[in-house]
């Protein structure tokens, strides 16, 4: 298996819903990513974790919680959502190598609607 | 600061015709750029990366530090090469493991 997976494809909830992104990869990274890409504009880094532990948060707001259970998965729980949080929401993982050879390959995402 | 430039939002080129992407960085480092690409409901994927020096689909990319450069380039255009690109940086070292990505710029082939 070569592909980051991420489910669901589509997801719309209400600002007072709590609910949970999945990815997974079977590519045996050990980093793993959260992006927001918004219409017509480059991804934005959101949270980056390496060998199961997190070690970045960019500033990211306490209503979005990641989680890596385990090498393979990761998880983006979403409670209390602004509409502002609607985007497409991607994964990505890398092995997580030196510098030049480490790259990051992108699940489909999730296109978020939040009411 | 580290940052991605893409002067371009939108480049329009007829089929056959050359193609130049422009992207310039600002890092004080070595750095490691990346292009990626989005095709219309695909996903972002890995078009190249300098340290490889290959050519994707008839792209190739030369890193240019003096002029701080990363320009994509094509001799002749395609339609399926319509798409998003997307230059990235790759910062990494110590607790830093990111990309920086330009904003963009969106190529258009017509026929």
């Known amino acids: 298996d070569t592909e980051v997976t991420q489910t669901p494809k589509h997801l719309v909830m209400g600002m007072t819903n709590k609910k949970s992104l999945k990815c997974e990869q079977h590519m045996g990274h050990r980093a793993m990513y959260w992006y927001k890409q918004k219409a017509k504009k480059p991804p934005e880094l959101m949270f980056v974790?390496?060998?199961?532990?997190?070690?970045i948060n960019e500033s990211v707001p306490s209503r979005f919680s990641p989680e890596c259970p385990n090498s393979s998965l990761l998880n983006l729980h979403l409670h209390a959502l602004q509409p502002e949080d609607s985007a497409l929401y991607l994964c990505a993982s890398s092995q997580e190598r030196e510098a030049n050879t480490d790259t990051q390959y992108f699940g489909p995402g999730t296109r978020l609607t939040v009411l | 600061a580290q940052r991605v430039t893409q002067p371009e939002k939108l480049l329009s080129v007829f089929k056959g015709a050359p193609v130049e992407l422009k992207c310039n960085y600002s890092y004080s480092g070595s750095p490691e750029l990346f292009w990626y690409v989005q095709y219309s409901r695909q996903r972002l994927q890995l078009l190249l990366r300098h340290i490889s020096r290959e050519s994707i689909k008839g792209f190739t990319a030369d890193l240019n530090k003096g002029e701080t450069s990363f320009h994509l380039k094509k001799p002749f255009a395609q339609e399926e090469d319509s798409a998003m690109y997307y230059c990235?940086?790759?910062?990494?070292?110590?607790?830093?493991?990111?990309?920086?990505f330009g904003t963009g710029t969106l190529l258009a082939v017509q026929p």
């Open positions: 990235a940086l790759h910062l990494y070292g110590g607790a830093t493991n990111k990309l920086i």
């Open positions: 974790y390496s060998y199961e532990k997190l070690s």
